[in-house]
């Protein structure tokens, strides 16, 4: 089945930093969305981004589909930011594989 | 439209008990899914369904767990004789198939099996 590779595993930043998750997979996807799970285990929808790029707010997300990989942008991170980053992948009819997530700590 | 919604948040059980959570879809959603996730893992996907035929199940879905959903609304997954290695965090999401498959997830359903 398809394979999904995020990158790094952990990242600390600073308040005010910025930071570029990576998202890599193996195989021709048609939906590609990118989640953030707080504290609570709550995942919540940053972007459904099969293709192309997507702005929202200090989030911002490009996915190179003909490249296989997708990578989010978070500026001027917030200690609200902190949390476990996931791209989920699925490929035809398959339901979503998940990669290990970027786990997240912004610190004040 | 008030998301997907799962009850009950936490459970504590002792092993060799049932259990049994619910999923309430978003309203006209028509595909629905469980996922299974434990610590510093993403989520697992267990089986989905489609209005009320249950489509696909993974093989991580063993023989003690069943899940429902009647008439294509609300969602059960019940597990039967939980094992310690059962203790996860349980997902409910749905979607509506057009097209765009855009899953939004439930809160989770915290299982502890003591």
């Known amino acids: 089945g398809i394979q999904v590779e995020q990158s790094p595993p952990d990242l600390i930043l600073q308040e005010g930093a910025n930071s570029t998750l990576r998202c890599n997979f193996s195989d021709s996807v048609n939906n590609l969305q990118w989640f953030h799970q707080n504290p609570w285990g709550q995942l919540i929808n940053l972007f459904y981004?099969?293709?192309g790029t997507k702005q929202n707010g200090r989030l911002s997300a490009t996915t190179v589909a003909t490249e296989r990989y997708s990578l989010l942008y978070i500026s001027s991170s917030q200690t609200t930011d902190s949390g476990v980053y996931f791209c989920?992948?699925?490929?035809?009819?398959?339901?979503?594989?998940f990669g290990k997530g970027t786990r997240l700590s912004v610190i004040a | 439209d008030t998301g997907v919604s799962q009850d009950p948040r936490h459970k504590i059980t002792k092993r060799g008990q049932n259990v049994t959570f619910r999923c309430d879809p978003i309203s006209e959603h028509n595909r629905l899914y469980w996922y299974r996730q434990t610590l510093g893992q993403g989520p697992e996907f267990l089986t989905y369904?489609?209005?009320?035929?249950?489509?696909?199940k993974s093989r991580l879905l063993s023989n003690r767990f069943s899940a429902e959903r009647p008439k294509g609304s609300f969602s059960t997954l019940e597990i039967q004789r939980t094992e310690q290695g059962d203790s996860a965090m349980y997902l409910c999401a749905s979607s509506f198939d057009r097209g765009r498959d855009e899953q939004y997830f439930g809160p989770g359903t915290r299982l502890t099996v003591t």
């Open positions: 369904f489609q209005n009320e035929a249950q489509l696909e």
């Open positions: 981004i099969p293709s």
């Open positions: 989920a992948v699925c490929s035809g009819n398959t339901p979503l594989v």
